[in-house]
């Protein structure tokens, strides 16, 4: 089956960097999307970045933009994301999350989705704290 491995949370001051990274390995599909979610307690699970290869789009939450750079390794199947001046809001668990593209009609094009519930596969989640 497939399992995603998250890995490289932390605690870090604010204005710090983090990378998290996701073994994606055992999700075979050659047309797909990964995701990064995130989950604050009492919040629902919101999306953060997501890929979609292989055409390699990218697409941020604008909470992110500027700071964090999802990226993928084609050749060891594994998804970072890239966590720069960080602030206290991006505290929280990170999710590794994989599923397949969708066509959007409003955008006339392939993309990958935003909501938690177009993703089939999670990881277990690692946790993130900024502290001021």
């Known amino acids: 089956g497939v399992k995603l491995l998250e890995s490289g949370g932390d605690s870090v001051q604010a204005g710090g960097s983090l990378r998290l990274s996701c073994d994606a390995s055992?999700?075979?599909?050659?047309?797909?999307?990964l995701g990064w979610f995130r989950q604050t307690p009492g919040k629902e699970r919101e999306v953060v970045a997501t890929?979609?290869?292989?055409?390699?789009?990218?697409y941020y939450h604008d909470s992110v933009k500027g700071r964090f750079t999802i990226s993928r390794d084609d050749r060891e199947e594994t998804l970072y994301l890239q966590m720069n001046s960080l602030k206290g809001d991006d505290s929280g668990v990170y999710y590794c999350?994989?599923?397949?593209?969708?066509?959007?009609?409003?955008?006339?094009?392939?993309?990958?989705?935003?909501?938690?519930?177009?993703?089939?596969?999670w990881g277990q989640g690692t946790q993130v704290t900024v502290s001021s």
């Open positions: 890929f979609y290869y292989p055409p390699g789009i990218t």
């Open positions: 055992t999700y075979s599909s050659s047309n797909g999307c």
């Open positions: 999350a994989a599923g397949p593209p969708h066509y959007d009609r409003q955008m006339g094009r392939v993309r990958c989705p935003e909501a938690q519930s177009d993703f089939d596969y």
